[in-house]
């Protein structure tokens, strides 16, 4: 379709304004293309303003545009944005590179190890679209949802939690994002601190300070956040939030060992805090992981944990639909806040999801994935050890999307980033993955999921190091 339409295109200086452009037919016969193509090309220069398509007349070539832009002075924004910046408890000014970075398309050859998301040979492009479409024939498609979400996908959601958890206990919300941005503006006041694992995910910490809070770091180590150090930081800080990934923590691939589950909801419960727990990863498990350990929230009768879980890392970063879940009077002010910013998730999005999770295909999509995730860490991981001896992988995990290497002291993260940009692969910053300013030791996180096997090679050169 680009392509008719780049050479359509082309050819509009042939037709003055207003001059009839060759009917569908002689386009479809002259560019042997199908019907559906040249209609979509029309389309889009219908969109870009070059053509006019009248119904059973056929498309013309646009007038052209007259108009000049005004050139306005837009300088007094820059008062206008600054006023009282210095005593405002919620930022106007929000820094969404760390953000960027997962969703901004990479350079034309670069191997992407920085993204959040599946590579598109992963995705189950098919099978979404065989959803979607069945779910735009459903009766009442383009009508308005209930708030709450579907019933039918509430339900689902509910099953996968597990536990005593209800359709009654859900939310449907537009992603995992989204959700996390809804728990904590309910759950922590502007300006108070939140505490969060240290590393921890650059979105999360990009929500929280543009929700005017405090992230206030807890270390982490293979077995997640540590009890002790938690104990101690709600005690300091008075926090009543923690944000946690229970199941393989993005970056560091951590899984909260069985004792630390227990004591982390029964530390916040003394706290009289709540636990946020991000659980983005439940459906990457690798092939050979263990039997995965259920959801805090599917133990919890106390309503301490806000769960947050979404479609969209083991889908397409377009399809945007997730859940809260969360028990007693906090759902009612996460539903008033979800109503009040954007009212409700599209229908024919909930529709499409319920058809995906619905159909035979969604377990083997889950299948494959699992196995193909696999097949990337290991590669990758024995890449790491052939090419990059120098980095220290302690850690190696059974699930999600991230290894998190150690660089040595002599070595600093700009210099292996800037390397391994010279031969064209992107790595995340570990900065954008921490509170503190600087760290003298610094790893940096590598994704499995983007990047194929067959590239690994092309990292480094062979007997490579970070130092060049």
Known sequence: MAELAKSLKAELDRYSPGGKLPSSRALVERYRVSPVTVTRALAQLAAEGLVVTRPGAGAFRAEPRTATPAVGDTSW?????????????VPRAVDASGVLVTLSAPPPGMIEFNGGYLHPSLQPERALAAALARAGRRPGAWGRPPTDGLPELREWFAREIGGSVTAADILITAGGQSAI??????????????????????????????????????PTDADGVRPDLLEAAFRATGARVLVCQPLFQNPTGAVLGPERR??????????????????????????????????????????????VCSLTKPTSASLRVGALAARGPVLERLRAIQVVDSFFVPRPLQ??????????????????????????????????????????????????????????????????????????????????????????????????????????????????????
């Open 77 to 89: 924004q820059e008062v206008a944005l600054s006023a009282d910046s210095t005593t405002e408890l």
């Open 262 to 307: 227990r004591a982390v909801v029964a530390i916040a419960r003394a706290a009289g805090a709540f636990v946020v727990e991000d659980d983005f990863a439940r459906r990457l498990v690798h092939e050979d992981a263990a039997p995965l350990p259920p959801p805090l929230a599917a133990d919890d009768p106390d309503g301490v944990v806000v769960h």
């Open 351 to 468: 529709e499409a999801a319920l058809e995906l999770v619905g159909s035979p295909a969604w377990g083997r999509h889950l299948r494959a994935v699992s196995q193909e995730l696999k097949s990337r860490r290991d590669a990758l991981a024995g890449a790491l050890a052939l090419h990059l001896p120098e980095l220290t992988l302690s850690h190696i995990p059974s699930g999600g999307y991230h290894l998190w290497p150690r660089l040595p002291d002599t070595v600093p993260e700009s210099a292996l980033h800037a390397a391994a940009l010279r031969t064209g692969v992107a790595l995340a910053h570990a900065a954008s993955s921490s509170t503190a300013a600087r760290r003298r030791r610094t790893p940096s996180a590598i994704s499995v999921g983007p990047a194929t096997p067959a590239k690994l090679s092309r990292m480094w050169p062979a007997g490579g190091s970070a130092q060049k």
């Open 181 to 218: 941005t809804t728990a904590l503006r309910a759950l922590a006041a502007p300006g108070t601190p939140v505490l969060v694992e240290s590393p921890t995910y650059p979105g999360m910490l990009a929500v929280a300070r543009a929700s005017g809070l405090r992230p206030v770091p807890v």
